[in-house]
């Protein structure tokens, strides 16, 4: 008998229907003597809707009812859930984030995981109960309701599998694994057996939908083993780990493209010690996380600092630098219309020639590079937003990725 996490996304639970399908395959697993824990997300489409509806009403509606409001998602879909199973002799209970004892710091809308109190959890268990667990959700030390961000969901499973020691984790979507790069752009996408913590990692922060990011890190934090694979198929996934010296052969494991993304240029910023600080902890105050920062030489004491972040944050960073900007007397300009591409590979440790590679292919296709920043498996560069679908196709031929 095995402890067995599993989650599944939107997609998978889009209507009744599949609801039902789900129901199934959770009887067939629990029927072979396993306990489960099940953690849903809202069905497909439902979260747009509800902030659409917010965004009709406020244009910049409160984070704490934003966090009121989207929790309503999951709970529609743990009781359909249960209702499902209870339907097929499964006995099921339901439990919102709160009710599964998760504890969030008070950052609403990204809020962090704190401590899980799975006592709850267990008992149900020990009696013969499938657990359903909305996703995405949790309670501050208040007992406000929290959200964790867009993909949540996968940062609960990870979470709830490290607090009861789940023996697997399987996190279920509608395609079959990791893709070396998106497959409804680059048709000669493969699936990746196996990948390390630190390459999925890179990947999710880079604009891979398949993860949340902060779901990875806090599975390498953790060692917590996952699965990614197919509500729709019984094929095996993507089994994502700790790095193994074998990783290191292949020099590229995918291409990713993030158009999400604005980038942010301060014009005219004194340039001297604690300006950028200033600058920073005022990103950082209001839970802005950056990616791309450089900044230019200096000349007649002023300097530009360009970074990039979510577009969703725009806003929210234009408030927060507005008084740093208006003390140091800079202005602020944004862009929009750029992707990050990134190509990810444990074996940029070992091998040279990934950089000149990855170069002079967005030459030979004409794009031109932005920004630049690596990692020690990564390199990110900021391109033209209509070009980017071409560029990611003709790295992941240049890197060898078509090839089976």
Known sequence: MALIVQKYGGTSVGDVERIKKVAERIKSIRDDGNQLVVIVSARSGVTNELIAHAKAI??????????????????????????????VGVPAISYTGAQAGIVTDKAYTKARIQSIDAAAMKADLAKGNVIIVAGFQGIDSDGQTTTLGRGGSDLSAIAIAGAIKADKCEIYTDVDGVYTADPRVVKNARKIDEISYDEMLELASSGSKVMQSRSV???????????????????????????????????VRGVAVDKNQAKLIIHNLTDKPGTAAKVFRALADANIVVDMIVQNVGQNGVANLTFTAPSIEVNKAKQALAPVLAEVGASLAVQDEFAKLSVVGVGMKTHSGVAATLFKTLADVGVNIDLISTSEIRITVAIDQGKADDAARAIHTAFGLDKA
Do not use: C, W
């Not at 060692?223 to 193994?244: C, M, Y």
């Open 58 to 87: 406020s244009a910049d509606p409160s984070e704490r009812e934003m966090d009121q409001l989207l929790s309503i998602g999951e709970q529609e879909t743990i009781a359909l859930t249960a209702m499902a199973l209870h339907a």
């Open 217 to 251: 890190e806090f599975a390498k934090k953790y060692d917590i083993q996952f699965e990614v694979r197919s509500s729709f198929n019984h094929n095996p996934g993507t089994l994502v780990k700790e790095e193994a010296a074998s990783m290191e052969k292949v020099v």
